[in-house]
């Protein structure tokens, strides 16, 4: 356990290596309309799951035209009236490498074409998404505020309302917005 803890430390200190690199400014408003895939990491915790629901929908409104992926915990029943009109990829163990990130053939699985924009759902911070986000190679990376995530993450919600879905919303009306008109 404390290999795989200092091996998620060492991976976390190339990810924010990355994230230095690829640090660029960006026109959201422009870059969304050309968004073709998206890629949704659906919390790994069942009580933020149940919360998270409902603004799925929003995914769909905000992203008409492209191919949105769930990634889900195969621990985590799936709803199938939640999944309609998106691709779900479940990963379990197996899936998993020796460090807790996504395995070699998960990620060719679920990174064969490019992503333009991955939002991380979950409320913490789970080394599993985290990977998956930075490995991912979208010019947006969305989520929470918190710890790691401010260094990795291209965009952030502040976790200030306990409600979720709200703070999806506020994300999402924020990214279609032009950029004159986004308060700052």
């Known amino acids: 356990m404390a290999m795989q803890k200092m091996a ?17 400014s960006l026109d959201f408003s422009a870059h969304l309309e050309g968004v073709e895939r998206v890629l949704v990491c659906l919390p790994e915790a069942a009580e933020e799951y149940a919360r998270i629901l409902p603004a799925l929908a929003g995914i769909r ?8 992926t769930l990634l889900q915990s195969s621990a985590i029943p799936v709803s199938t009236e ?5 691709q779900l990829v479940a990963w379990g163990a197996a899936d998993l490498d020796r ?8 990620r060719r699985r679920l990174f064969a074409e490019s992503f333009g924009l991955a939002l991380d759902l979950n409320q913490e911070p789970r080394y599993f998404t985290l990977a998956v ?12 505020a918190g710890s790691m995530r401010d260094e990795l993450y291209t965009f952030l919600v ?3 309302t306990q409600n979720a879905v709200q703070a999806l919303q506020t994300l999402l009306t924020y990214l279609g917005q032009p950029e004159s008109e986004r308060r700052r």
């Open 8 to 24: 998620q430390s060492l991976a976390l200190r190339k990810y924010r290596k990355r994230a230095e690199k690829q640090a660029r």
């Open 61 to 68: 409104k905000a992203f008409p035209r492209a191919h949105v």
């Open 133 to 144: 986000m930075m490995e991912s190679g979208a010019p947006v990376r969305a989520g929470y």
């Open 99 to 106: 460090l807790g990130g996504p395995g070699v053939l998960f």
């Open 158 to 160: 502040r976790p200030g």
């Open 82 to 86: 939640m999944v309609r009109g998106f």
